[in-house]
């Protein structure tokens, strides 16, 4: 579909596949003193903003002409930092790259220490930590929902949002002694295991949190 696009776009035979790579490299001559282009900048805005990619776009009207990636450091050097510390060291570091959602750090991270070093971890391991990352998402859900309902003016949600995510991060205190930063994942598998109860305290969270997901969608969509 995109190379139909592409060749459509520039008169040339779909059929002629050998020469794709001639057809995406083909570029529009830009010239940004003739007012027909305008380079626009999409990425963060402001430098306690999460994620670290930035898009320099070149665009005519509502078509993008050129886009440039560029992909730096964190504003507060985090990748830096981790150069001169040792794996275990870095944790604590990791799980702060994103604040509504860390779990997520966590397990790449642990992730990619085993894999370099040939770990397996245990198939409960692997359970628990899908559990924790479950949860880790309906967390940041609930958060951004809530951010995203302020701006269409509708600020109850955003009460609504964090005060269920607040149940979760409840939850998360009892499985890993933190409400925020948990590193709970560590190469190997997990730091423990679930309390005993912990299953049912969980089920009875989602079930409030199923209800509130549906009263937000209903307020939003009507």
Not at 4 to 32: H, M, S, T
Not at 74 to 99: A, D, Y
Not at 179 to 192: C, E, I, T
């Amino acid at each position: 579909m995109i190379l139909e696009l592409i060749c459509n776009k520039k008169g040339i035979n779909v059929a002629n596949r050998d020469k794709f790579p001639e057809i995406v490299n083909q570029k529009a001559k830009i010239d940004l003193d003739s007012q027909k282009f305008l380079k626009l900048w999409h990425g963060p805005q402001h430098p306690g903003v999460t994620g670290n990619m930035s898009l320099e776009l070149v665009v005519s009207g509502d078509e993008v002409m050129e886009l440039k990636t560029h992909v730096g450091y964190l504003h507060r050097g985090f990748e830096k930092l981790m150069e001169r510390r040792s794996f275990l060291q870095s944790f604590t570091i990791v799980c702060r790259i994103c604040v509504p959602e860390p779990d997520t750090n966590e397990y790449l991270y642990s992730s990619a220490i085993e894999e370099l070093a040939g770990i397996e971890i245990p198939e409960k391991a692997k359970w628990l930590r899908t559990f924790d990352l479950e949860l880790s998402r309906l967390a940041s859900f609930l958060m951004w929902v809530g951010g995203q309902a302020g701006t269409f003016g509708l600020g109850p949600i955003g009460q609504w949002g964090v005060t269920h995510r607040d149940y979760i991060l409840d939850l998360f205190e009892e499985l890993t002694g933190a409400r925020v930063y948990h590193m709970y994942m560590v190469p190997g598998g997990v730091r423990g295991d679930m309390p005993v109860g912990f299953a049912q305290r969980v089920e009875a969270v989602l079930k409030k949190c199923e209800k509130v997901i549906k009263e937000i969608e209903f307020v939003m969509t009507n």
